[in-house]
């Protein structure tokens, strides 16, 4: 090992950026990985940590500049890892993007052509989205998001990634809660009362949803935290109350009561009308999702002959933009809500040839497999673990004749797409999308063709 210490300053080259957005330097081969650094540059860093094989530091002064480095809008948004690659030109993030997918294809021997990475539209103030955690600062109740790889919370007003109307509703809740003295959550002795708030507004109808998550069951002064909200926020049409008394990271409790309001709202996406329910996964980036959607469809290659299934279907976005185009369309999704959301939206929609079955994508495809429930085109959209084993050996005995992955994890794409290979099926391109523009996530569609013979 080189002679590396503690708190040591020195000046190094970097080669690499991990998929932590860290730049990498190697000193006499031994890795160091640096906040703040951009492949090509020269810093002086701080080491402030070292392992026994890779050690981390910061970035105290640029020396060399890489042409791709952009001011930073606020450098605790990176320090939080809301905006980890905002010191990163977009052009450039998009191709790093590209480069982890191809990087993680030659890992596994795929021969896999990587498109460019189509550009979001939007590349700040796109999410529709926010969970914000609300804890104590310097005696005060603060919103804002963890310090990266800590629970510590850094106070933030303006978010930068989203809708700006979202931004100024969790503050005039926070406002609202300081009024009524409501403790925040404390997380070391599991005590005091709103551990998140939860805003979604639709890209479309501006419809608003807040959810004010609690340990407690009890939110002191509801009431006149309700009739704030209304007075501020006339997009609101929902009011949420989640309770979540574990100790967990997990969000969202299993109980979740109307406070004022509707229990949804919807929004729009590719002509059609979707109901999203607090509990349902939703698109955080609608602009881009339209385009996301649109390559999915085209790589299924629907003529309106074909039976589709729909794996991880959420509230149904995929499967009924399909259905316009296919025989029948089969989702199944786990969470509840999710489902019967999706049901109402293909009432809301008019649209009939869809069938929505809630339970485990791989408990469901074993019995739709036993069944010899014949499709053509599997479509996927799994968390960030991608397929379950169970989900692939389904597969394997179903064989639908095309597969559509959209992934949003390259790692285990990388890994699911190798796994189907044993059973024949090939892929010829990736195209990423990208959904999170300043972050490091990485979303891609792909389709897999069965072989034959
Ligand atoms: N295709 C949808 C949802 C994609 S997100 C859309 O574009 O909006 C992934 C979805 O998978 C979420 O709705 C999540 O609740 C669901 N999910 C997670 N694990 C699952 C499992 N084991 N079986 C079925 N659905 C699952």
């Known amino acids: 090992m080189a002679q590396l210490a503690k708190n040591q300053e020195l000046e190094v080259t970097i080669t690499d950026l991990t998929y932590e957005g860290l730049g990498v330097a190697k000193v006499d081969g031994f890795p160091l990985f640096i906040d703040n650094a951009l492949p090509g540059e020269k810093v002086l860093i701080h080491i402030t940590k070292l392992d026994k094989k890779y050690g981390f530091a910061f970035t105290k002064q640029i020396l060399v500049q890489s042409p791709d480095r952009v001011e930073a809008k606020d ?48 590349t700040s103030g796109y999410r529709n989205k926010a969970q914000v955690p609300v804890r104590t600062v310097q005696g005060q109740l603060a919103t804002g998001f963890y310090k990266r790889r800590s629970h510590t919370l850094l106070p933030i007003t303006d978010f930068y990634i989203q809708d700006p109307e979202i931004d100024r509703a969790i503050l005039v809740v926070r406002d609202l809660l300081r009024q009524y003295n409501v403790p925040a959550y404390d997380e070391q002795r599991n005590a005091g009362v709103v551990r998140h708030i939860m805003v979604r507004r639709g890209y479309f109808t ?3 949803m807040v959810v004010i998550v609690t340990r407690t069951r009890q939110l002191p002064h509801a009431k006149e935290i309700v009739a704030g909200i209304n007075a501020q926020l006339p997009e609101v049409a929902s009011i949420m109350q989640n309770v979540n008394a574990k100790r967990t990271n997990v969000i969202l409790g299993d109980h979740s009561k109307t406070l004022w309001g509707q229990d949804y709202i919807e929004d729009q996406l590719l002509g059609s009308t979707f109901r999203i329910s607090a509990q349902s996964f939703y698109q955080v980036n609608p602009q881009q999702t339209e385009n996301l959607y649109g390559k999915a469809i085209d790589a299924a290659g629907l003529t309106g002959k074909e039976t589709v299934i729909d794996a991880y279907s959420g509230i149904g976005t995929i499967s009924l933009t399909m259905a316009r185009h296919a025989k029948h369309v089969y989702g199944v999704e786990i969470v509840p809500s999710a489902v019967a959301d999706a049901r109402v939206n293909a009432e809301l929609n008019g649209i009939d040839n869809v069938t929505f079955k809630l339970g485990k994508a791989e408990d469901v495809m074993q019995q739709w497999g036993e069944q010899k429930l014949a ?53 010829k391109q990736t195209q990423p999308v990208d959904m999170f523009p300043q972050t490091l996530h990485v979303e891609s569609v792909t389709a897999l063709e069965l072989q034959q013979d």
């Open 75 to 122: 450098r605790t948004l990176t320090q939080t890892g809301i905006a980890p690659l905002q010191h990163l030109s977009y052009a450039a993030q998009l191709k790093f993007k590209r480069q982890q997918v191809t990087e993680l294809y030659k890992k596994q021997h795929l021969d896999i052509e990587v498109l460019p990475t189509l550009p979001s539209p939007q």
């Open 206 to 208: 501006h419809m608003m």
């Open 375 to 427: 499709s053509d085109v599997l479509m996927v959209d799994p968390p960030r673990k991608g397929l379950a084993p169970e989900f692939i050996t389904a597969v394997g005995s179903m064989l639908p004749k095309k597969v559509v992955y959209v992934s949003c994890n390259p790692a285990t794409l990388a890994r699911d797409i190798k796994a189907l290979a044993e059973f024949g099926y090939v892929a």
